[in-house]
């Protein structure tokens, strides 16, 4: 079996994940954390769209997770979203995480919204 190596030239991935917090680009958030290509900013969670709504014109589909578990969003963050045609994916946070890295090492224009697990 051949491995490769991913390399991100100009992107920010998520490096890693654990009880209450994220390391992204070597930087530990903790708590809910927004991920795109060109960094990582904190996240207040289901009720913070406006961090969310901001990435509309970078972003073409965000991965949303929602913890240990696999659970709905709230209904009015889903329209929202993709009112502003923002694809969305919702999965556990692990899942989102790993997801996440294997687009953004293709140049895909994604984001993560992630809660901790």
Known sequence: MQLNEITFSQA??????????FRVGGKV???AVCVTSTGAQSWGGYDDDKTLMAMASEVDVMFIGTG?????????LRTRLE????????????????????LLSEGRRVAAAVLPV
């Open 83 to 102: 009112e502003a045609e923002i694809g969305v994916e919702v999965m556990n946070s692990p899942s989102a995480c790993r997801t996440f890295n294997v």
């Open 29 to 31: 958030f903790h708590g």
């Open 68 to 76: 240990a578990e696999t659970a709905h969003i709230p209904g009015e």
């Open 12 to 21: 920010t991935p998520i490096d890693g994940y654990g009880p209450g917090f």
